[in-house]
Structure formats: C-alpha cells, structure tokens
C-alpha cells in the first residue's frame, strides 16, 4: 500500500490539501489467461505541483491488498498485457543509462525482474495495443517530414529545436484540438513483434503500417486481432467546407495494405472491436446531425466474410459508451448512460440488450474473463470514485476488489430529486446534501449544469467534486436536463438547436423541486456551470434574477463568434445556424444580467476560445444590468489562467480555482466575506 498522507479533521473534502492528497484510479486492463488485473493511480508528488501515475496489481479475486508494480519518477502509462503476461506500458523515465527518452514502451516480465524499453521513436509512443494469441503489437507516434522516414523525422525535429522554429503551415482543417496544436508532425501506425524477454531481447525496430497517412490517424481508435494480423481503425477523411468524417479502415500489419471496410457519407464511425475468432468487427455509428435533428448513436456489426453490415440492437434507445466481445463470440458486454447511471448491458443475437448491474454506478474499462463468467471494470458514482470490481454475468452480483487506497468518506449523503418539465416530460438531478441539513437546518443551493452538452451527471469527477462545496455546508445539484444522455432520444431533441428553451425550463422546474426540499434553503442560492455548462450559467444569468452569483467556467457567450473560432468548427456548425445563433447566444441578453458573476477561463482553451472569456468580461462591466460604477468598481470577477486549457489541472491551480469559487459564493450567497488566497497578489 502507498504511504498516505496524515489528513486533517474531518473527511479529505474538508481541506483542499488533503482533497489534492487523494489517489485517482483509471485505466483498468486484464491479462488474457484472466489471472491479473493492472490499474493505474495517479498520486500527487512530493512539490504538490503535479499528478505521477504508477501501475498497481489489483487480486482478481478480492482478497490480497492491491501490490504496486512501477515507481518511475515520472510515471507510467497506457498498460497492456502481451500474449504470455508481460505487461507493456509507456513512460517518458530514463533508462539505466540515464539517457532522456520521449515517451517510449517498456515491458515488465511477467516472471520477475527490472522493466526494460523495448522501442522508442522521437515523436514520442502512445496507443498501446498488445495482441492476445501472438506476440504482436501496434503503437502510434508523430512524424515529420515528407518521407515518413525515422531518420527524416529524427533530423528535423533536432533542426526545430535547436533553431527555435515552431512554425506550422496548414493546408487543411482542423489545425487544434481541445488544448493543443495539430501539427507539424502526423500520427504513423506502427507494428512490433516481441523477442524474449528472459533473454533481454528487445524489439530492434518497427514497421511503419501506414506510409504517409496524412491526418488520417489524428484521434483515432483502432483494435488489434486477438492474433495479431490486422488492424481495424478510424480514418479521417477530408469533406467539403472545412469538414471531416470518418471511416472503417482495415490494416495488414504484415504488410501494411489498407482496405476501406465502411464508408458512410451520412455518418462518423470509431470505436471498432474485433471478435475474437476475428470473423466480425462491432463499431459505433454517429450521424450527422442536421439544425433540425440531433445525432444517434447506434451500434453495427460487420463481417468480413459477407462484407455486410447489421444493426447489433435494432430499436435500442441508447447509447452504447464501451464495447467488448463475449470470449465464444455469441454477444457483446456493453456500458451505455441510462438514467443517471451507466450500466453493464449483455446483447445476443440481435435482441435488445439486457441489463445486468441494477445498482446507482457507472461502469468504465470492462474487460470480459476468459471463461465468460464475469466482468472486471471500473465502477463510480457521486457517492464513490472510480475502483475496481468484478461482476458475476449471471447475477449481476458485484465483488469490490481491493484498491490502492479505499474510497473517501464523504461529508453528505446523495439522494435523488425528480419533477416534470413545462411539457410534463419527467426530468431528474442527484443532490448532495451535506450532513446536519434538516428543515431545521436549510442550507444553501448550488445548481451545478453538465457540460457536453450531450452528457450526464452520473459519474464521479474529479475536476467538478460537488463534495468541496457540500464540506463547506452547500447542497450540490447536479441535473440532467433536455440534450442528457440516458434518457431517450427524443430527450435528447427537446433541446436540439433549442439551447435557450428545454435545458433551461427543465433546470429552472428541478431548481423548483429541489428548493422546495425542507431541507433546503430557498433563499440563498446560486448557479455554476463549465463549458455547455458554463452556457447554460451566461443563459440563466440573462433569464432570471433568482440566484444570489453565478459562476461560469469556460463558457460560451456569443455563439456567432464562437461558432467559428471553436477547434472543431465543422461539427458545432451542423446544428449551430446563423438563426440558431441569434436565438440562443446568451450575449444577446447582456443587459438583463443583474447577478454577480465570476467568470473563469484559461487562454489555452482551444474548445471554447478565451475570446469568448475576455469578450464576457468586457461586457459584463460595461452593458450588463450590473456594470462598473463610475470609479471601475464591479461586483463581478475574472479567474483567468494564461497556462491553463477548457480544464484547470495543475493541482495548485485546481486549487485556486476552488478557494476563488467558494470566496465568491460565500460573499453573495451566505453573505460572509471569505478571504481570497494571498498567493494572488
């Protein structure tokens, strides 16, 4: 067990030091003959300044502690178990030579001994896939240069840095994505075989799969055949307008030939899973939405025999998140959001799927036993982080397995709250609500707004813990409103192309429910929200005066400058019409704006631009319906952060970001002045 930091009184969410001191679990694999299962856990370091992830052991059978298998300084990621038990992962740590290496793959014997690199490339390696019947693999890297060739790609990259050049010519979109630049280099395929790890044979080199591919491969997700011959990816094609799309690609990893598989104009496809028997590939199929139709998610089938494709769950209205494959290769395991949880769903023979686990969680990183009798995942809810657990397919029984670290105790309890929309569609929201809250007791209300805004609330967070507030005596809730995920299609087209309309009524009627609450103070309240969230918060700043402050993180302000300055300006512009835009941008209602506001974002944001951010700021001083006195006072606030992106996750800045908000919701909520950090200056 990891050496845990002595807390202070109370639960971990009481400080903001001990909330940053607790480990964060992820990134679950199981080994092919089902004896081991490897997470990995970042911990925070010794400067407190940022997060290193280690892999951790955990007993499939719930009964030893979990073991740690990997202490590099500069932590490991992406494990993968090889076809005899080895386990790869990649890190950036230096070798026993102490030679600095871009992020590079590494393997752990299974039977003991030091972890050694097995191949690296200057670009950098990433996207680790190990087959489970040979000792195959495929990796990604950056590449420069017009030939694709290591060497050219080696010598520019030296040319770059030593002269200081960070120049990049685009002759195509999109040129970002999220926090960071596209470019110059461009994602490569790249196949190995393993050597013998007991003789420290390492892999001498890897054949590039795909010569020149362009940006095909920027955000790809690709699976590898249980033996290792081929590749099935996404493929990004070029559309007109600036648009992209993409596409099934099948890839030889012998010799790199290339065979289109699915090819649908109407629609993207990803997240293909090859059977086992490699007869058959499962992949989602997004379409394209329209300014009058919202996408669906659905799930396919295609056979490599018949070259055909079948719907896997014809009538299902939902929205498969993850995929595996039964091991007889009779039916698919699946996750998909469903009423503010995310459960494991088993699918046979083109029936609707039926569910398994019947509990208040969310299910991440399944992986399927080799005998078919059980699940091993990742399961969280607002009342738990993630950890790891084993679920009996039969009965749905769930095993908790031991962690590096038990889950936290909290400083509230979760329940549920439900009402009826204006068009009497019900609509539902957690609530947090702190200990000793009583109708003797009401305490204050945050409404928190989801981001996506094609998600929902039914996951643990570690960047929006509603637990910070609930320690500091708030009732937290988080609700679902039209556009969520879990509750139908047609729930999710009440608020398409119609931001303004259906999210906002339903937020304001479960407001409404939850305010009637006893144990609720209808007095003091506010509302915060990031990204869609922060959106809807700029929205109901100009719709209502109900609440005391507003927070809005990263947030949309006004939707025709927006529109086109977004990182993915193509597919916001498939709903997002010059009429949508003048409907539901909330810049419009500026001057109706008569609540306190902090405005918080970072310049890095590529999603949501910080001009949105600046241009929010300057008119809320100088035309909102609370703008600056004649001396430049103002009641509002702007957190802005010039190295942070649409998440704020240096932890000391995650920090600030908390010990602003709750300053700020104190001052307008409560009415109590909470001293800012002196570390602002």
């Known amino acids: 067990m990891t050496a845990i930091p002595e807390l202070h009184a109370g639960t971990p969410f009481d400080d903001l030091d001990d909330y940053l001191t607790l480990g964060r679990l992820g990134g679950l694999v199981l080994s092919p003959d089902g004896r081991r299962v490897v997470v990995a856990q970042s911990t925070l370091d010794a400067k407190a300044t940022k997060y290193v992830t280690a892999l951790w052991e955990i007993d499939p059978t719930g009964e030893r502690a979990a073991r740690r298998l990997t202490r590099g300084r500069t932590g490991e990621t992406n494990p993968a178990f090889t076809s005899n038990g080895d386990l790869l992962f990649t890190s950036s740590r230096p070798t026993q030579d102490e030679e600095e290496l871009p992020e590079s793959l590494w393997r752990l014997p299974v039977g003991g001994g030091e972890a050694a690199v097995i191949a690296h490339r200057s670009g950098g390696i990433t996207g680790v896939r190990a087959a489970r019947c040979a000792p195959r693999f495929v990796v990604t890297t950056g590449v420069l240069g017009r030939s694709g060739e290591k060497d050219e790609d080696e010598r520019l990259r030296a040319e770059r840095k030593d002269k200081k050049v960070s120049a990049i010519l685009h002759s195509g979109y999109p040129i970002r994505y999220w926090d960071h630049d596209l470019g110059p280099d461009v994602p490569h395929l790249l196949s190995g ?4 790890a007991s003789q420290d044979e ?18 790809a997700n690709y699976a590898l055949s249980e033996d290792g011959t081929f590749v099935v990816t996404s493929w990004t094609v070029p559309g007109p307008t600036a648009s992209i799309r993409t596409i099934l690609v099948r890839i030889d990893t012998e010799t790199g030939n290339r065979t289109t598989l699915v090819d649908d104009p109407a629609a993207d496809l990803s997240n293909p899973v090859i059977s086992p028997s490699g007869e058959y590939v499962v992949f989602s199929r997004e379409s394209h939405a329209t300014p009058d139709g919202a996408p669906r998610f659905t799930l396919h089938r295609y056979s490599f025999e018949t070259r055909t494709v079948a719907d896997v769950a014809p009538g299902w209205d939902r929205w498969a998140t993850s995929v595996q494959w039964l091991p007889d290769g009779s039916g698919l395991v699946l996750t998909a959001d469903d009423h503010g949880r995310a459960p494991l769903f088993v699918v046979r023979g083109g029936a609707e799927p039926t569910r398994v686990t019947t509990d208040d969680y969310a299910y991440t990183d399944i992986h399927v036993a080799p005998d078919g009798s059980a699940v091993f995942a990742l399961r969280a809810s607002y009342a738990a982080p993630p950890h790891p657990v084993r679920v009996d397919l039969a009965t749905g029984a769930v095993t908790v397995l031991q962690a590096p670290q038990d889950s936290p105790e909290l400083p509230g309890t979760l329940t549920e709250v439900e009402t009826a929309a204006d068009d009497g569609v019900p609509v539902r929201a957690w609530l947090a609500l702190p200990n000793g809250a009583s109708a003797h007791a009401p305490v204050p209300l945050v409404l928190w707004v989801h981001g996506g805004p094609l998600g929902s609330w039914n996951t643990w967070s570690w960047r929006w813990n509603p637990w910070l507030l609930v320690a500091r005596g708030y009732a937290v809730l988080l609700p679902d409103p039209a556009l969520s995920t879990g509750y139908g299609q047609e729930f999710v087209q009440r608020g398409w192309g119609q931001w303004g309309k259906a999210p906002f009524t339903d937020l304001m009627a479960i407001t409404d429910a939850a305010v009637a609450l006893p144990e609720i103070d209808d007095k003091r309240t506010a509302a915060m929200g990031g990204s869609f969230g922060g959106y809807m918060a700029n929205w109901i700043a100009g719709h209502t005066d109900r609440f005391q402050a507003i927070v809005t993180h990263a947030s949309l302000w006004a939707l025709d400058q927006f529109g086109p300055t977004t990182d993915a300006a193509w597919y916001w512009q498939r709903e997002m019409t ?12 500026v001057a109706d704006i008569v609540t306190p506001m902090l405005v918080i974002h970072g310049d890095k944001d590529f999603r949501v631009p910080v001009g949105d951010g600046l241009r929010l700021w300057y008119e809320l001083l100088s035309e909102s319906g609370l703008p600056a006195d004649d001396e430049g006072r103002t009641a509002h606030r702007f957190l802005y952060f010039p190295d942070e992106n649409h998440w704020i996750l240096s932890p000391q800045n995650a920090k600030i970001w908390y010990q602003v908000v709750l300053s700020f919701l104190s001052e307008h909520v409560l009415g109590e002045e909470a001293p800012l950090p002196e570390i602002l200056g």
């Open 578 to 589: 010059p009429e949508m835009a003048v409907e539901n941008s909330p810049h419009l209602y």
């Open 193 to 196: 075989t393993l050597g013998d």
């Open 202 to 219: 390492a892999v001498t080199d890897l054949v590039d799969l795909t010569s020149m591919p362009g940006p095909a491969l920027r955000e």
